[in-house]
């Protein structure tokens, strides 16, 4: 089911399309969440500061949340910030960042292994829909473009073991060892100020704060993909929350509302 936040709003005059990927296509790092929090609620409660563990969590939560879709490291900068403000002593957030990435490939590191040997459909790590819905937009001529927060070497190996790397043709971005060089609010400035596109012609789709925002800023429609994963069958009232505050003028669950995506978004075809 497709929710409309904004009615009379539709992407009829888009040219170029952003999707997000973890968890707005990939599936693969689903769960991140769960190891990124406790790592750092963890280490926060080692400074003894009296705060409960809940109270933590919260605190947490809330930087990882606002800034899902921007580089890793700036999650980890946050946290450095906390331990600070907190009178610790913090680690080089590429210390935690490390720390992170090796807990949490840990934990997918069978899903990769999987698909690398080809025990498994690339569908089983996609969002329901997503491969058809993605070949419906490449069909009608946008010029689509993956971006993740992700590190870029793993999200193009991801991309490409999920056999939608194809669709974007070379337009695959991810978190640069230079975090500062590269963000999805750096593509779309670029892609403007080359005069390729204007802003009103994005259509960007995703499950985190940033690339809603980023979208919104330009004048562009943003979807927000709020699916409760991993089944993504239905919303997740909690990014529903946090997609809508921000922007979005669509919410969905996943992409198998094909059909009625896109008469929300292109009413003229009708």
Not at 135 to 143: A, M
Not at 176 to 182: A, E, G, I, K, Q
Request: aromatic share 10%; charged share 25%.
């Amino acid at each position: 089911m497709v929710e409309s936040l904004h009615p009379g709003v539709s992407a009829q005059n888009a040219r170029v399309c952003l999707f997000d990927f973890d968890g707005t296509i990939s599936l693969i790092r689903s769960g991140w969440m769960d190891v990124m929090v406790p790592m750092m609620v963890e280490i926060l409660l080692d400074l003894a500061t009296g705060e409960s563990e809940a109270a933590l969590r919260a605190v947490v939560e809330d930087f990882i949340w606002r800034l899902t879709g921007k580089q890793t490291m700036y999650q980890m900068i946050a946290f450095a910030d906390e331990i600070a403000k907190r009178g610790g002593a913090p680690s080089d957030p590429l210390a935690y960042k490390k720390m992170y990435l090796d807990r949490l490939h840990a934990r997918i590191r069978h899903r990769l292994e999987e698909l690398r040997r080809h025990e498994v459909s690339p569908g089983k790590y996609l969002v329901p829909g997503a491969r058809a819905w993605i070949e419906t937009l490449h069909e009608r001529g946008l010029h689509l473009y993956l971006a993740s927060g992700t590190d870029q070497p793993y999200m193009r190996e991801e991309a490409a073991l999920l056999d939608v790397a194809r669709y974007f043709e070379g337009r695959v971005y991810g978190a640069l060892d230079d975090y500062r060089s590269f963000s999805k609010k750096i593509l779309i400035e670029r892609l403007i100020a080359a005069s390729e596109f204007e802003g009103a012609e994005f259509l960007g789709f995703g499950d985190g704060y940033v690339e809603i925002e980023n979208i919104k800023e330009v004048g562009g429609v943003a979807v927000g993909v709020a699916t409760a994963e991993p089944e993504c069958r239905t919303v997740d009232e909690w990014k529903r929350q946090r997609l809508a505050g921000v922007g979005a003028d669509f919410i969905i669950p996943n992409f198998l509302c094909r059909d009625q995506l896109l008469a929300a978004l292109f009413p003229n075809d009708q």
